[in-house]
């Protein structure tokens, strides 16, 4: 059997700082070094939502990408232009690292792709520089 995915690139920008309360000073340096400043940083955040379905034939495409723009911004207007930490509610008890902002944002987009028919979000890829990404992609369950 073959299957067959769509990709679409996203883009936005957010700031975050790494700090663990728990940690003095000096460890939270050794551990996450400039990213401890006290008022942040930012990224130009760039995710790519690979969408897997089967073609419908009426139209040749998995989704509608009119579709599939609107559900993904609107869950990252709630991330851009955000300090991660304070600004979502999603780091109160975990860092905002590339990692973590990956799982939360695929498991809304999911959330929201979940109501159209055929379609699953099969992978997340989030770049957080050009020459650094994570992946999020879940199993069939
Ligand atoms: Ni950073």
Redesign the pocket.
Known sequence: MKNITISKKFEFSA??R?WRDEWCEEENRRYFGN?TGPYG???NYELHVTVLGNIDPKTGMIINLTELKKYVNDVLESFDHKFLNLDTPYFKDKQPT?ENLALVLFDLIAKKLKTLQGIALYKLRLY?KRDLYVDVWQDKS
């Open positions: 700031s975050h790494y990213s940083h930012g990224h590339t957080e």
